[in-house]
Structures are given as C-alpha cells and as structure tokens.
C-alpha cells in the first residue's frame, strides 16, 4: 500500500452546452495519507460534490489524474474503476441512501454478501452493536429516525473496513444534536479503524474537526 491513499493531481472539470463552456474545478491538487481527515468547505455550487465523485472515479475530469491506493482511476475501464471502489472506498450520503425493502441489519450485510465475505451475520450485527443499534436489526428505514438511517449508513460504510471514506453533507439532514452524535461517531471509527476521512460540508464547526480543510471557491481551492 503506497504511503499516500489518494492522489489528486491538477483536476479540472468544464462541462459545454448551448450557451457555452462552465469551469466547475479548476486545478485541485492535493494529496492524503492513511488515517487523515479533510474537509471540504464552500458554498452550494462551489463544485464540492463534483470533487468527490471524481475521487469516486464515478464522473470524470476534463484534465487531470486521481490515484487511489497506487491505481490510476481514469486509466481503468468503468467495471475496472468499480472493483477498486469496492475494495478500498466507503461511502456516506445526506440523504442515507439505505434499501427501503431490507432491514437495518440486511442493510449492512449487503456490501458483506456482494464481496463474498464469510460470517456476515455476526459481523454486520456487531458493526450495528457498535453505533447503537443493537436493538433495531430488524427495524425498516420507515420507521427509523433520521439518526438512526444515518447510523445504519456509516455501518454499512465502516463494515467493510474501507481505506477512505467519502462523506457527503452527512449531517445536512439532521438536527444540531443529532448530526453532532453522528460526527463524533464517525471519527471514532475513523480512529478505530484508521480510515481516512475526506468529509464535504457547508459548516465550518464541522470543518473544524478535520486535521486538513480545503476551501472551494468558484471551483478552486483556496
């Protein structure tokens, strides 16, 4: 495993249409080791969503690399791109993002069972033991608060024990307290596990917390 987790090297991002062509990133570079925490900070369409899908690899740059744990994104084909998502990246959304037809526990087990792990039952049970949720493993997401939605995400992001953690506008959903029980468990995985986090917000406290904070402005960092 290279030192550094990933590497983003002078992404630019244009998109072209009727009216002409709009710079959405310009030259982000950058650059993140195992085990740190970045945020990413500016306003709405200042292009932080689109930084983190082309750390994805799911949108492309229209100049620039990305390179996740030694593998050149943007040199893969999609199916390629894909598996080393699956191997290496973990993924946290405003809006939880969960199965509305499986259970808290079936949830989590998803990612286990599509990587073809053994045990996932006593895993994803003990991952959702940790944030809380012992009680609910058998609950829907209709009937789970807003917290507790994003509790089961960041299980069934952590379960996997991925190398980054992409986590966009996490706690954007949810109330002050809420969304601060939600971030103090999150860096305590982070910790526990030595993830590295790289967290997209609009909230300076939140920012604050990261060891790095990159702001995006007009597409370019500052």
């Known amino acids: 495993m290279p030192d550094s987790i990933i590497s983003v090297a002078h992404v630019f991002k244009s998109v072209t249409d009727s009216t002409g062509t709009l710079a959405i990133l310009r030259d982000i570079d ?3 080791a195992g085990g740190e925490t970045l945020a990413i900070v500016g306003a709405s369409g200042s292009g932080k ?3 983190l899908s082309i750390m994805a690899g799911l949108d492309t740059p229209s100049q620039g690399s990305v390179r996740l744990a030694g593998h050149d994104l943007f040199s893969l084909t999609e199916d390629e791109r ?3 998502r699956a191997q290496y990246m973990g993924f946290v959304f405003q809006s939880f993002q969960l199965m509305a037809n499986l259970t808290a526990l079936e949830n989590v087990m998803l990612p286990l069972e599509l990587a073809g792990r053994k045990n996932i039952v006593p895993t994803a049970t003990a991952m959702l033991n940790r944030v809380g949720l ?3 493993l058998q609950h829907y997401p209709k009937v789970l608060s807003g917290g507790e939605q994003q509790r089961v995400a960041l299980a069934r992001a952590f379960v996997m024990r991925p190398h980054i ?3 966009d506008e996490p706690t954007g959903s949810l109330d002050h307290a809420t969304g ?3 971030l103090n468990l999150m860096f305590e995985l982070n910790q526990e596990q030595g993830t590295t986090l ?6 300076p406290r939140v920012a604050e917390r990261c060891q790095q904070r990159m702001v995006i402005e007009a597409g370019q960092q500052r």
């Open 30 to 32: 950058f650059t993140l």
């Open 49 to 51: 969503s689109t930084l």
């Open 82 to 84: 894909a598996d080393v």
């Open 134 to 136: 012992g009680q609910r």
């Open 165 to 167: 953690l992409l986590a």
């Open 180 to 182: 601060e029980t939600i």
């Open 198 to 203: 790289v967290l997209v917000t609009h909230d």
